[in-house]
């Protein structure tokens, strides 16, 4: 039986969904508002859990791609104090692979395959219609009618309120990002600082975290406790001013992790938000959620793992009972929510600890997650 099945959003979650139904022989269109692949940034840097996004891709048969793509040594982490002190310095064993890193172009690409991708369709809502489907709206104009349609647009879903009204909420952290460019050739000192993975440094109700990425690019993130509109004084197209600010909030610290924030040339604020960790819905008969449309949490390594995960699975469950989609939809839900409930508990416990009053809880959690 072949049903009319669209995914909204071509992310990690919603490309695996497609990826593995496509692969079981199941039609699926990838309904995506960017005009191309190539439209805007992908984003950091992935590290994929054997467990979650590792299993994900063995589910789409690209396993074997992607561990010759990723980056085992990207796994490496140091621990600096604000004065700069190395606390904790944790380099993975050559034949370490629970949580290699991949760039997040390089992993669309992989997935992307010969994926029916309908570039440019910006979905504005998603009615259920008892007995006809579930009629998508464009922004264009054009309505189309499918019998599945799965939210995995992220954040702010314009699929989730065909099944929920709850909305995003923000944490009280709120992050600036930044990159630098050939850091080996132009920052030598910060190529060092940084090392073949991640360097993190904790302070009161702040940090900064620099992480490397192929081709010698680095992503800085400034983390504060604030309020969301902390910024108000602030043009945040205004490089310069942006900069002097920023290291106004990481005055006294010392100069070489300043100059984390010191080179950057553009910054974008991106304050945390995270749905209910309890967060689930009423099934609603040919609409369904998956990753940060359905489990928003804070950005602690496990939302693209989750995203992953819940796209396989529920691919799999419709491949392997497709005369009962209805019912492998509400299975799938059932399996997801208790997942992401726990892993919601866990990333909201690791915000607390990594943005605290107390810089030692962010090492302790380290230490507890990453023994030496």
């Known amino acids: 039986m072949r049903h009319r099945i669209a995914v909204v959003g071509g992310g990690p979650g919603g490309l695996t969904f497609a990826r593995v139904l496509h692969r079981h022989g199941h039609p699926v269109a990838v309904l995506e508002r960017d005009p191309a692949p190539e439209a805007r940034p992908p984003g950091g840097t992935l590290d994929l859990h054997e467990g979650l996004g590792q299993l994900a891709l063995d589910k789409a048969g ?207 604020h991106r304050p945390v938000y995270v749905l209910p960790g309890s967060h689930t819905w009423a099934h609603v008969r040919g609409v369904t959620l998956l990753g940060d449309a359905a489990h928003l949490m804070p950005p602690l390594g496990a939302g693209a793992n989750l995203a992953m995960l819940d796209g396989a699975e529920l691919a799999e469950a419709i491949a392997a009972d497709p005369e009962n989609l209805d019912e492998a939809v509400r299975a799938f839900e059932e399996q997801m929510w208790a997942r992401a409930a726990s892993w919601s508990r866990i990333t909201t416990a690791g915000l607390e600890r990594l943005v605290s009053p107390d810089p030692a809880e962010a090492l302790a959690l380290f230490d507890q997650v990453q023994p030496s």
Do not use: C
């Open 62 to 268: 690209l396993l074997a791609e992607f561990q010759a793509l990723s980056r085992p040594e990207g796994q490496a982490m140091r621990i600096l104090d604000a004065a700069g002190t190395v606390l904790r310095d944790w380099r993975p064993a050559p034949d370490e692979r629970a949580n290699p890193e991949i760039d997040r172009g390089q992993l669309r690409d992989l997935l992307l395959g010969s994926l029916d991708v309908r570039w440019g369709r910006a979905v504005t809502r998603v009615v259920p219609v008892p007995g006809e489907g579930v009629l998508v709206h464009f922004a264009d104009g054009r309505p189309e009618t499918f019998d599945l349609v799965v939210g995995a647009d992220g954040a702010w879903s314009r699929v989730r309120p065909a099944v929920s009204p709850v909305t995003p909420q923000y944490t009280g952290v709120t992050s600036v990002e930044t990159s630098l460019d050939d850091v080996d050739i132009r920052h030598p000192d910060l190529a060092r600082l940084i090392g073949d993975g991640s360097v993190s440094v904790y302070g009161v109700n702040r940090s900064l975290v620099a992480q490397r990425n192929s081709g010698g690019h680095v992503k800085v993130y400034a983390r504060l406790r604030a309020p969301l509109d902390w910024h108000a004084h602030l043009d945040l197209t205004d490089v310069e001013a942006t900069r002097s600010g920023l290291l106004a909030l990481f005055d006294g610290w010392a100069a070489p992790v300043r100059d984390l924030l010191g080179h950057g040339t553009a910054f974008a």
